[in-house]
């Protein structure tokens, strides 16, 4: 693993240089950026408005949760666009176009359970059928791709199907943790002959979703998102579902990286490898949540800083000055990078994995001004 070394002297002399000249100043994020990719936040229903002010630094706009499939269907066939509508409004009012994460979830938090269920003979809930669970995955796909319309100009179709399990078994590729796999067939009981066969069923529901979406609007780029930081044995599996869905026919236009780092452990040349494999398959990468946290996600979590200290600012800005340094050298694979957040006064990290912790992610501080990573982002 290739980590990233402090590089501060780029850092604070990019920083000086435009922060005390005032230099490039009125240039808004995106525009440094026109000529390679779009620059995306995330927003959520509700804080969007304290953004008002530096929303304008990004020209894509990814809902947090608002298109989540419990936001827009919490129950069968009563959708509920409230939420999502008025943040596609507050995109275009801003100059941002939308990105729509995301259509199919395993996770319990953006999943309603009626999807898994039906009324039994008896009256009481039953457990539903494959089939059952693939014709409401395609209604949702279908009625919510529709309603967006042109709207939205790239889908996360699936997020993270693709198992944590470091193993070299190329049959071992998809989460146990997912109730659309276990209504596959899925367990961890299997041989790999019958992983194989649910495999199939499995890759099946991807590809009805994907057509689905295809079908309600054809200009929208549809994705595959998902983690992979620093998972070597991940971003292998990626390749060979990709393999397996595009021998299929699969109407996968590319995919989701979603990167979030953290500053102890930014391991750059798998991220690179990643983009260029992805690539070599004829398929679009975009970035869709980068961050930078303090913590290593699944480290200690008793672990709390109670500030930013000048160290921290200055390892968070080379890493994503070399993040943003390989997106650049791969301009012609990647089509967005999203930050997934905003600014450092609201982010999912100050809630999970650890409830009330302080974290500083973003590009921008808790009062919205420009941080080192900021400028080391657009020092080129
Ligand atoms: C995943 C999901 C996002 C968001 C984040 C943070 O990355 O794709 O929608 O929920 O987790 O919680």
Known sequence: MKKIA???????????????????????????????????????????????????EFNSMT???????VALQPNEGKYNYTSADNMVSFAKEHGMSVRGHCLAWHNPLALPGWVFSVEGEDGKPAVASYEKVKERLVTHATEVVTHFGDDIYAWDVWNEVITDNYTEDDTDLYR???????????????????????????????????????????????????????NQFKAQKLLTVLDRLLE??????????????????FDWEMLENLIVQISARGLEVQITEIDFSMYDY?????LYYHEFTEDMAQLQASCFGKAFEIFRK?????????????ADDDSYLHKIPVAGRQDWPYLFDEYHAKKPAYYAVIDF
Request: charged share 25%.
């Open 6 to 56: 402090i590089c501060l002297a780029s850092v604070l002399l990019a920083g000086a240089a435009l922060s005390f000249s005032g230099c490039g100043e009125d240039k808004k994020l995106w525009q440094h950026y026109k000529d390679y990719f779009k620059i995306g936040c995330t927003m959520n229903y509700g804080t969007q408005d304290i953004f008002d002010d530096i929303a304008g």
């Open 63 to 69: 809902c947090e949760n608002e298109m989540k499939w």
């Open 176 to 230: 146990l943790d997912s109730q659309w796999h276990t209504v596959a067939g899925l367990s961890g009981a299997l041989s790999p002959d019958e992983r194989n066969a649910v495999n199939d069923k499995i890759e099946d529901l991807f590809i009805a979703t994907f057509d689905a979406a295809r079908k309600a609007n054809p200009d929208a780029k549809l994705f595959y998102n998902d983690y992979f930081a620093n």
């Open 248 to 265: 299929k026919g699969c109407e996968i236009d590319g995919v989701g990286i979603q990167a979030h780092y953290d500053i102890t452990s």
């Open 298 to 302: 699944n480290g200690d979590i008793a």
């Open 330 to 342: 791969h301009k012609d694979k990647i089509t967005c990078v999203t930050q997934w957040g905003v």
